[in-house]
């Protein structure tokens, strides 16, 4: 049985081991550290099979100029010997759901069209956003509450912590 809950102190070994196990270099797991020490890992969740750490969900603040904030999903990870299982799925949801209760109305994503439009998220320039990475259709929006989507307010950026996954 799979469990999705928030990460807890002590978590953060595990949740580097799966971040680094799915990625090919540490970059994402050095932008979690990163973000966890500035207190920018606004929702950090964890799947549990067996009482293992096997899947990690981070959502961090993103704004807009017009001082609109919603949450950046990124990154997922689940380790190898558990994908396919529907675990990344289960992260999405349920940390779409903290974001919500959290009272953020909307979130972005810089991924794979066909998977994440299953979690409400369509391609951001379609509704006037744009991200700082070039990612065209990949880099994709959703409404969390009613009318809590920036339509039309361009450029989104993410926390200063991901620029070290530039270069």
Sequence with gaps: MTIIRPERPGDEAA???????????EAEANLVDLLREAGRLSI??????????VGHVAFSPVTVDSGATG?????????PSHRRTGIGGMLIQ???AACRTAGVGWAVVLGEPRYYSRFGFRPAPGVGLLDEYGGGDAFQAAELARDGLPVGAGLVRYAPEFASLEG
């Design 71 to 79: 949450a950046g999903l990124a990154p997922l990870a689940v380790h």
């Design 44 to 53: 950090s969740l964890v799947a549990e099979v067996d009482g293992a750490i």
């Design 94 to 96: 349920e940390g779409l």
């Design 15 to 25: 949740i580097r081991d799966v971040i680094a196990s799915a990625f090919p270099t």
